[in-house]
C-alpha cells in the first residue's frame, strides 16, 4: 500500500510540473528593445497606452539575467509589480533593494532611479507609469552593477 501511495504521489508531481512548464506566460514577452538606455536583452511588451480616460501606461518588461537600466525618472511615478524572477531596484542617495516576484515598487514621481536583473537571474515586471516622458539619465556602470550585493529594505 505505502509503494501504490508513493507511486501515485510521484506521479502526480510529474503531471503537475509538466503542465506548469507548458502553461504559457500571461502577458506577451514583447519586442526586443534596441539597447538606447538599458544593457542586455529586455523585451517590451506595451498593453495600454494612456488616453483620454486613464492617464498611464501598462507594460511588461522582461530582463534576461544581467541587463540593467541607466539611472532614470519618471516625472508622473511609476509602480513596478514584479511578476516573475528576481532583481535590483535603486533610488538616488538610497539603499540598493532586491526585488522578487510578488513585490511591488511604488517610484514617487520624480524620483531618480534604477532597476534590473541580478547578474544570475531573469526578472519580468509589470510597469504603471504615469504619462509623461521617461526623462532619461546616465548609465549604470558594469563595474558598479557587478559589485552589488542588495539587500531588503524593510
Not at 509602480?79 to 533593494?97: P, S, V
Amino acid at each position: 500500500m505505502k509503494q501504490l501511495i508513493t507511486t501515485a504521489f510521484l506521479l502526480m508531481f510529474t503531471i503537475c510540473n509538466q503542465v506548469e512548464a507548458q502553461v504559457a506566460p500571461i502577458f506577451p514577452k514583447g519586442e526586443k528593445a534596441p539597447n538606447v538606455h538599458h544593457t542586455g536583452d529586455v523585451w517590451l511588451s506595451h498593453l495600454s497606452a494612456a488616453d483620454s480616460n486613464f492617464n498611464y501606461n501598462i507594460a511588461v518588461a522582461t530582463f534576461a539575467a544581467g541587463a540593467k537600466l541607466d539611472w532614470h525618472m519618471h516625472p508622473a511615478g511609476q509602480q513596478l509589480l514584479i511578476i516573475e524572477g528576481k532583481g535590483y531596484y535603486q533610488e538616488r542617495g538610497k539603499a540598493l533593494q532586491i526585488v522578487n516576484k510578488g513585490d511591488n515598487i511604488k517610484c514617487l514621481p520624480g524620483v531618480e532611479h534604477w532597476h534590473a536583473a541580478t547578474p544570475e537571474n531573469g526578472v519580468t515586471y509589470l510597469a504603471i507609469t504615469g504619462n509623461q516622458r521617461t526623462r532619461w539619465l546616465e548609465p549604470i556602470s558594469d563595474e558598479m552593477y557587478k559589485s552589488l550585493k542588495g539587500e531588503k529594505e524593510p
